[in-house]
């Protein structure tokens, strides 16, 4: 059976989530939207590496992305499939509590603290990185 790109694929879907760093990049856009800049950061990989993890994740139809100028910022977005969003809302949920992921959400507020994180490029902060920083007092 052949099929269209208005039906959803499940098995892309899978593939996506059985990644360490495409679940990685979904941890920490978690309530975020994030720009690649900051995912690299975070993650300590490549920028053309990181965009090819998030060219998978929204083919798989689980990230949105938004164009700013020259900025693209990444957000989760809920699979149309009832069933699949219900699996990624209990993965994500599942990954507060791995200390790994809970270390890489520690280094991501720790980069929106810095108010010159990425000064050498300007790269806007992320999307919910304001909410980090009034948690972890920081002003500005």
């Given at each position: 059976?052949?099929?269209?790109?208005?039906?959803?694929?499940?098995?892309?879907?899978?593939?996506?989530?059985?990644?360490?760093?495409?679940?990685?990049?979904?941890?920490?856009?978690?309530?975020?939207?994030?720009?690649?800049?900051?995912?690299?950061?975070?993650?300590?990989?490549?920028?053309?590496?990181?965009?090819?993890?998030?060219?998978?994740?929204?083919?798989?139809?689980?990230?949105?992305?938004?164009?700013?100028?020259?900025?693209?910022?990444?957000?989760?977005?809920?699979?149309?499939?009832?069933?699949?969003?219900?699996?990624?809302?209990d993965?994500?949920?599942?990954?507060?509590?791995?200390?790994r992921?809970?270390?890489?959400r520690?280094?991501?507020?720790?980069?929106?603290?810095?108010?010159?994180?990425?000064?050498?490029?300007?790269?806007?902060?992320?999307?919910?990185?304001?909410?980090?920083?009034?948690?972890?007092?920081?002003?500005?």
């Amino acid at each position: 059976m052949a099929t269209t790109s208005l039906q959803f694929n499940m098995e892309r879907f899978f593939q996506a989530l059985g990644d360490s760093t495409r679940l990685r990049l979904l941890n920490l856009m978690d309530e975020k939207e994030v720009n690649v800049i900051y995912l690299a950061e975070v993650l300590g990989h490549g920028q053309a590496r990181i965009s090819q993890q998030l060219a998978f994740l929204r083919r798989a139809g689980v990230v949105e992305a938004r164009r700013d100028g020259k900025w693209v910022h990444y957000r989760i977005a809920t699979p149309r499939h009832r069933g699949a969003a219900l699996v990624l809302r209990d993965t994500l949920a599942g990954m507060h509590n791995d200390w790994r992921m809970r270390a890489d959400r520690a280094k991501l507020a720790q980069r929106c603290s810095q108010p010159t994180v990425s000064a050498s490029i300007d790269a806007p902060m992320p999307v919910g990185c304001r909410g980090m920083r009034k948690k972890l007092g920081v002003r500005g």
